[in-house]
């Protein structure tokens, strides 16, 4: 029996059947009839309100889905605290103006973003570097999580402690193999990467959280595989609120010249001062710029085709 109104966190749902994790215990739970009579759907993450099963000894419905803090739609998961975005120090190629708009992406959806640099033992001067370029923007580590050891996973550990999390990264970056000494193996089950032949096939046909297994974790904590990479577009931002999603400037803010300034090379913008500093990595610095126009060029588009 559980005291009534307990909360939990849903791991999956399949054929109207929950798995929710309540205080270190997993239930199978359907919906309250009502529920189910109003349409209700609960996602994967979803936070709900346990009762017991008035029909069934020992088992618990969900009577009611808590307000979510966000959604995604692939995976389809709510209430997501961090996103892990994994990349290969030399192979595959990072592509590194993908990862800035991941991490623009995830700080627009009030997501935070957690940079892991793997295989660092392919290269361990690119890896060193990549960090270098990030370490005023994210949470980044370099990580050899190739070997059953999880070696260098301690820190990403800490980072996702008391968190749910997505793990985002394209196949042969070592994903799998993070997600299997997180969750103890229990990701094998599920879905099946090749690393040898860098080729990714994902398996499972639902959105599943599983929970992060080990001695470090000190608050529970959850976390769920996503499809790889894909090209991404920037939600509805506009040029000059670009500069907003980048910790390196908004952390020390400067006064430029103009009060408009788009970072973008006017005189008298505190920006390259950064870069000479080494605030902001000269190479994130030229993307920025790259994004900005990328940004312009999208809002004249809009412009153009709403006179046309």
Known sequence: M???????TILKGVGGLYSV??????????????????????????????ENDPNTAGSAVISAVLPRRNVLVRPRVANIDKIVLVIASLSPAPDLMLVDKLIIAAMAAGIRPVLVVNKADQDGTAAASICAQYKNAVECFATKAGDSSGHGLEPLI?????????LAGQSGVGKSTILNILTGGAFMATGDISEKTLRGRHTTRHAELF?????????PSFII?????SLLELPGIAPRDLSGYYPEVYNHK?????????????????????V????????????????YRELEEREKNKYKNRKG
Do not use: W
């Not at 559980?2 to 939990?8: E, P, V």
């Not at 800490?158 to 997505?166: E, K, L, N, P």
């Not at 605030?279 to 610095?285: D, G, K, P, S, V």
């Open 211 to 219: 929970p992060v297994l080990g001695e470090l974790v000190k608050e």
């Open 2 to 8: 559980m005291a009534a109104g307990n909360t939990g």
């Open 276 to 291: 000479s500093e080494g605030i902001m990595a000269a190479e994130r610095y030229e993307r920025y710029i790259k994004l």
């Open 254 to 274: 400067g006064e430029c010249r103009f009060q408009d300034c788009s970072h973008t090379g006017e005189p008298g913008c505190f920006v390259p001062g950064l």
């Open 21 to 50: 994790y309540s205080s270190g215990t997993v239930f199978e739970c359907r919906l309250r009839g009502s529920m189910r009579l109003e349409g209700i759907s609960p996602v994967t993450g979803d936070s709900v309100v346990l």
């Open 158 to 166: 800490s980072a996702i402690d008391g968190c749910t999390s997505v």
């Open 225 to 229: 595989d996503s499809p790889g990479f």
